[in-house]
Each structure stands twice: as C-alpha cells, then as structure tokens.
C-alpha cells in the first residue's frame, strides 16, 4: 500500500507561485508514475501533470504547459509541482497519484492522496 499526503495548497493572488508537495509512505513509489489532477467545484478532476519513474519523461495538461513544473526525488519519497503565474482558473483541489502504468488517465492510478486546495483570487 501507498500512502500519498499533498500539502502548500493556499490562497494567493493572480500572477503569484505556489509549491505543492506529495509525500508517499508505505512503500517506495520509486518505480510509479506521479502525477498531480485538480478538481473544481462541480467539475470534472482533470490532469494536470505527470512524472515517470526515473524523472526523465515529464508530461503537461496544455492549460499549464510553461507555467507549471513537475519533479521528484525518489529519495525522499517526494513529488513536487511548482506552479507560477497562477490565475483563477487553476483554482481547484489538487491531488497527487501514483499508477503503475499511463500517465492522464486518472483511472491508470491506484493511489490517491487526500487533496489540498489552492485559490487564485484575480
């Protein structure tokens, strides 16, 4: 079993960063694909951005490309999203995942977290 615990969810304000973290326990998650969804008020939970197990493939939702940047450090356990140049419309709840296979595919994943909300007041 995984264990996946998100945090550096908050409000800010357009145009500003926020880093969010992902810790796993349980097992290492070494060899997962991670990945980071977002969910809006009565909408759909939607990729974000996903991170192969060695770090060498990173993948992006069109609405982040260039703005935000996945990474992982397998020995802490560890995935991160940097997000800059937040708007409004990334205002959602963030959750990171684990999948043994697929990277977009939220139903690829096995492990969730519980979420962390993030708010971009414009």
């Known amino acids: 079993q995984v264990q996946l615990i998100e945090s550096g969810g908050g409000l800010v304000q357009a145009g500003d960063s926020l880093r969010l973290s992902c810790a796993a326990s349980?097992?290492?998650?070494?060899?997962?694909?991670l990945g980071w969804f977002r969910q809006a008020p009565g909408k759909e939970r939607d990729f974000v951005s996903a991170?192969?197990?060695?770090?060498?493939?990173?993948y992006y939702a069109d609405s982040v490309k260039g703005r935000f940047t996945i990474s992982r450090d397998n020995a802490k356990n560890t995935m991160y999203l940097q997000m800059n140049s937040l708007k409004p419309e990334d205002t959602a709840v963030y959750y990171c995942?684990?999948?043994?296979?697929?990277?977009?595919?939220?139903?690829?994943?096995?492990?969730w977290g519980q979420g962390t909300q993030v708010t971009v007041s414009s």
């Open positions: 349980g097992r290492p998650v070494s060899t997962y694909t």
């Open positions: 995942a684990a999948s043994s296979s697929g990277y977009s595919d939220s139903r690829k994943y096995a492990y």
């Open positions: 991170i192969s197990w060695t770090g060498a493939y990173t």
